[in-house]
Nanobody, 125 residues
Framework: QVLLVESGGGLVQAGGSLRLSCAASGRTFSSYAMAWFRQAPGKEREFVARISSGGGTTYYTDSVKGRFTISRDNAKNTVYLQMNSLKPEDTAVYYC??????????????????WGQGTQVTVSS
């Protein structure tokens, strides 16, 4: 069974930084892409960033490009989201997600069967 556990959320002022971590277990971590999504109150869950199994390819939603960086350490079975220059509109619950198919990099939430419990990020103005 795949288990994903996020950590690192919290309250930060606008312009500040946070680093989220997601520890994975239950299968060969290095064979699968990983992704971060977020969900703000009253809104649908949205894609934030994804990274290939080897870490060489990354994608970001436009609103976080240049501010967020996704990375992974396959030796530690962990994926990270470094968030800089945070804005109040980044406030959301952040989830890491894993696809069900090796080597794929899905786009949609429906293609990710495995999710963490979420970690709250609150950015004050």
């Amino acid at each position: 069974q795949v288990l994903l556990v996020e950590s690192g959320g919290g309250l930060v002022q606008a312009g500040g930084s946070l680093r989220l971590s997601c520890a994975a277990s239950g299968r060969t971590f290095s064979s699968y892409a990983m992704a971060w999504f977020r969900q703000a109150p009253g809104k649908e869950r949205e894609f934030v960033a994804r990274i290939s199994s080897g870490g060489g390819t990354t994608y970001y939603t436009d609103s976080v490009k240049g501010r967020f960086t996704i990375s992974r350490d396959n030796a530690k079975n962990t994926v990270y989201l470094q968030m800089n220059s945070l804005k109040p509109e980044d406030t959301a619950v952040y989830y890491c997600a894993a696809p069900g198919t090796r080597w794929s990099m899905p786009v949609h939430t429906s293609e990710y069967p495995y999710w963490g419990q979420g970690t709250q990020v609150t950015v004050s103005s």
